[in-house]
């Protein structure tokens, strides 16, 4: 029977790591919405500060809208099907990503709070920042400025009012269409780049963690984005916000979530390895089937011989080529037959002292039958008398 290749402590080891990876599995399936696999306190869809939009992403997700999050590529990946959210982007690479994407259209939601010591927000503090949102409307080829505005609004489609908590900013004396707008300004609108729609939004509060929840906000930016995804994917770009991950399978094998598969293959690997280890070295070679030698031969032939259940015929035979062959080393003169030669072999053994006769030996051959212990016990019998004859050799 061959050793375990594994013993019994390594056989329990490896089913508790596997039960525990089977929790862990459905633990992540339950709570995988809680999981995040990067942590951010800005303006991006990985924070859960008042100034991120990690809400906004949970709310498409519930609705089942077909979103993504893309970290590579983006204006390459978008084509005809697909609508591009940029919420709050840094405007380093703005504009070569418009110029490079051939999505349907783009929306763009203007920076509009930075971390600071001005005011109050949930527990962080945060200043507005209008300068970044004007240089925003410089890359995106559109004239105006930001301003404040505290409304009262005026919507052009079916939508309910915002509600800017801490009042509102507007884009004042640009060239987009409005399909939110207040008295200094546009606070949602659209305009034409090239063959790409471009709507702006210019107040984050609108769509970010802390204003989402407030008024009917929720409601109206489900009623601006819905439309545009009816047969088309929306794609979060957060590559402008440096969260660029290289599409490499070799790189998700070592992140969030992967990494628990690969940390699982790479425990069993290293179990296997110890299980392994003291058995380095040549290979023990295994005992053939087979012997070899003239033993192995007599032995593999009686025992088929026994199998056949040709206990008797081999007895027979056994015994008349020993007294055959005792009779030829003895040097037996030629005699008539078979009774004349046993009286000599007879007479030889008596000049041995040997009590055993040949019609003894024949009777015991005779009254074996097929019972094994009597065909042994009759053979041995038969050895015995063998080389206690040819021993020693005397002339009769």
Do not use: C
């Not at 999050?69 to 978008?78: K, L, P």
């Amino acid at each position: 029977m061959s050793e375990p290749v594994f013993s019994r402590r390594m056989a329990i080891g490896l089913g508790a790591l596997a039960a525990l990876s089977f929790l862990g599995g459905i633990l992540f399936v339950i709570l995988g919405s809680e999981i995040r696999t990067e942590h951010s306190e800005g303006a991006d869809t990985f924070s859960r500060a008042p100034i991120g939009h990690g809400a906004l992403l949970a709310l498409l997700n519930e609705l089942k809208l077909p979103v993504t999050v893309s970290r590579h590529g983006t204006g390459e990946r978008a084509g005809p099907g697909t609508v591009i959210l940029l919420l709050e982007p840094q405007r380093a690479e703005l504009d070569a990503l418009l110029d490079a994407t051939h999505a349907a259209e783009v929306v763009v939601v203007l920076p509009g709070w930075a971390e600071a010591d001005s005011e109050v927000v949930g527990e962080r503090l945060y200043r507005r920042d209008p300068d970044e949102a004007d240089a925003l409307l410089r890359v995106l080829e559109l004239g105006g400025s930001v301003t404040a505005d505290d409304g009262p609004w005026q919507v052009e489609a079916d939508l309910p009012l915002p509600t800017l908590p801490r009042g509102g900013q507007v884009i004042r004396g640009s060239g987009l269409t409005p399909l939110i707008s207040g008295v200094n300004g546009t606070l949602v609108g659209w305009y034409e780049r090239g063959d790409l729609r471009v709507t702006v939004v210019a107040d984050p509060d609108l769509i970010n963690n802390a204003g989402l929840l407030a008024g009917d906000n929720a409601e109206l930016v489900l009623g601006l984005l819905a439309p545009l995804a009816e047969g088309r994917s929306l794609l979060i770009d957060e590559t402008l916000h440096g969260f660029t991950l290289p599409p490499s399978i070799w790189i998700q094998l070592f992140r969030f979530p992967l990494v628990l598969v690969t940390l699982q293959v790479g425990l069993v690997l290293a179990l296997v390895l110890l299980a392994g280890m003291r058995r380095f070295g040549a290979a023990v070679p295994l005992a053939p089937a087979l012997g070899r030698g003239r033993g192995v031969l007599v032995e593999n032939t009686a025992r088929l011989l026994w199998f056949g259940g040709h206990n008797d015929d081999a007895l027979d035979t056994y015994w008349a080529e020993t007294r055959a062959e005792v009779a030829q080393r003895l040097h037996a003169p030629a005699l008539s037959g078979p009774a004349e030669q046993a009286a000599w072999l007879d007479r030889v053994a008596e000049g041995r002292d040997l009590k055993e006769k040949v019609a003894d030996l024949a009777a015991a051959v005779d009254g074996a039958g097929r019972e094994a212990d009597r065909i042994l016990a009759a053979a041995r019998r038969i050895h015995r008398w063998r080389r206690a004859m040819i021993e020693t050799r005397t002339e009769v």
